[in-house]
């Protein structure tokens, strides 16, 4: 089983960047793919980014694509989200989830408690 935890959240004025980090527990992590997702009050869920197991693939959301970059480092247990040109839509409570690749949050068993980013104008 993983046991995730957030970090690197905060606030940054528009057009800064942010690392978000997500440190699993537990010895398989790397059987699992890997996402980050978002969230607002009064909004659903929205899909970030996903990365699988070898980090062979990627899946960008188009409201971040070009911006936002996933990647992973099995070694450490640890998932990244690198956050560049940040804009005050990005504002949200970002979560990571570790389960199955793709973009739906019900592909995912495991979830960090969330973290904040606030990105003022």
């Known amino acids: 089983q993983v046991r995730l935890a957030e970090s690197g959240g905060g606030l940054v004025q528009a057009g800064g960047s942010l690392r978000l980090s997500c440190a699993a527990s537990?010895?398989?992590?790397?059987?699992?793919?890997m996402g980050w997702f978002r969230q607002t009050p009064g909004k659903e869920r929205e899909f970030v980014a996903t990365?699988?197991?070898?980090?062979?693939?990627?899946y960008i959301a188009d409201s971040v694509k070009g911006r936002f970059t996933i990647s992973r480092d099995n070694a450490e247990n640890t998932v990244y989200l690198q956050m560049n040109s940040l804009k005050p839509e990005d504002t949200a409570v970002y979560y990571c989830?570790?389960?199955?690749?793709?973009?739906?949050?019900?592909?995912?068993?495991?979830w960090g408690q969330g973290i904040q980013v606030t990105v003022s104008s």
């Open positions: 990365i699988s197991r070898s980090a062979s693939s990627t």
């Open positions: 989830a570790g389960g199955h690749y793709g973009s739906s949050p019900t592909l995912y068993d495991y």
């Open positions: 537990g010895r398989t992590f790397s059987n699992y793919a």
